[in-house]
């Protein structure tokens, strides 16, 4: 069964380092999404990728935070400088289309010493 | 703007038994879907349950179903004869057809004991 593969599983580092993430998404699948997830808390939308192109990323800290899907397929979510607050899980998801279910990840968990 | 509650932080039952999981949501959208996922500790996401505003009749699968309320603005769900692989934070969401985005509630961690 096709999956949503993410990498690193975890992450462990000092604050002002750079930090990356990557998602692949299941094959075929247009919609793309980062979220973080604060530990009891619901996802919170990072950004949204339609093919290659930015959907929304109006929650994106873009001083720190960048993402892209370049060839609309796999992606890297980008955070430096990394702050003490940044420690959270970093979901992915994809879906076929716009109003389709999402398949997650097994997300990447971060934690900024 | 658009919001999910989840006003049940916390809740657990006894295995075999029946609970019932809360969800109020606002829109003012005519067009939109709900969900409900699970997340299973230390596991990914997955979706449970998914509602069309536009249908009448509430989604079922299998030992999961839904109540949806729509003048209510309610989407609960119930689940029947649970068993403890049902242990998991559950969210309520829901996405407009306007921009396809997904509201997020903050997700109620259900414990079943043995």
């Known amino acids: 069964e096709a999956e949503v593969a993410q990498s690193p599983r975890y992450k462990i580092t000092e604050k002002s380092q750079a930090v990356a993430f990557w998602c692949d998404p299941i094959s075929g699948h247009a919609t793309l999404y980062w979220y973080r997830q604060i530990l009891g808390q619901g996802p919170e939308l990072l950004v949204q990728f339609q093919d290659e192109s930015v959907v929304d990323d109006s929650q994106l800290p873009k001083d720190r935070f960048s993402a892209e899907r370049l060839k609309g397929v796999d992606s890297t979510l980008k955070i430096q400088p990394a702050e003490l607050g940044d420690s959270a899980m970093y979901l992915c998801a994809s879906s076929r289309r716009e109003a389709g279910e999402l398949f997650f990840g097994e997300g990447s968990r971060l934690t900024v010493l | 703007a658009q919001t999910v509650t989840q006003s049940q932080p916390e809740m657990s039952v006894q295995e075999a038994e029946t609970v019932t999981l809360s969800c109020t949501y606002d829109?003012?959208?005519?067009?939109?879907?709900l969900f409900w996922y699970k997340q299973p500790p230390s596991r990914q996401m997955i979706l449970v349950i998914r509602q069309e505003a536009y249908k009448q009749q509430n989604a079922t699968e299998n030992r999961f179903s839904v109540n949806f309320q729509k003048a209510a603005k309610s989407f609960s769900l119930k689940i029947s004869d649970s068993q403890l692989g049902d242990t998991a934070m559950y969210f309520c969401a829901a996405q407009t057809t306007k921009n396809y985005q997904l509201i997020w509630g903050a997700g109620t961690k259900l414990i079943i004991k043995p």
């Open positions: 829109t003012s959208e005519n067009n939109y879907y």
